[in-house]
Nanobody, 119 residues
Framework: QVQLVESGGGLVQAGESLTLSCVGS????????MAWYRQAPGKQRELVAS???????NYADSAKGRFTIERDGAKNAVDLQMNSLKSDDTAVYFCNGRLWSWSDTTEYWGQGTQVTVSS
């Protein structure tokens, strides 16, 4: 059974840092890409950052300069280092991974971890 499990969420003050971790299991192939999404109350889920197995990273404008996505090559684990957190960063953060076969692709989601930033 393929799973993505997040950890590291919590309550922090504005300006502080937090690191989220996600570990994938159940697949002998690498997820490509692995990504972090977030969903704030009343809003749509949005991409925060993603990283492919070749190391190519992509960031939402809101994350650029403050967040760093880290992945060790093609390992099925990804971290999101979040600095200078703002109240607008409050959301449930979800890990996402995509597995490819010769015919199709399947997307997987973690259960989410809550990040709350108090001002």
């Amino acid at each position: 059974q393929v799973q993505l499990v997040e950890s590291g969420g919590g309550l922090v003050q504005a300006g502080e840092s937090l690191t989220l971790s996600c570990v994938g299991s159940g697949s002998d192939r690498p997820f490509n890409p692995m990504a972090w999404y977030r969903q704030a109350p009343g809003k749509q889920r949005e991409l925060v950052a993603s990283m492919r197995t070749d190391g190519t990273a992509n960031y939402a404008d809101s994350a650029k300069g403050r967040f760093t996505i880290e992945r060790d090559g093609a390992k099925n684990a990804v971290d999101l280092q979040m600095n200078s957190l703002k109240s607008d960063d409050t959301a449930v953060y979800f890990c996402n991974g995509r597995l490819w076969s010769w015919s199709d692709t399947t997307e997987y989601w973690g259960q989410g971890t809550q990040v709350t930033v108090s001002s």
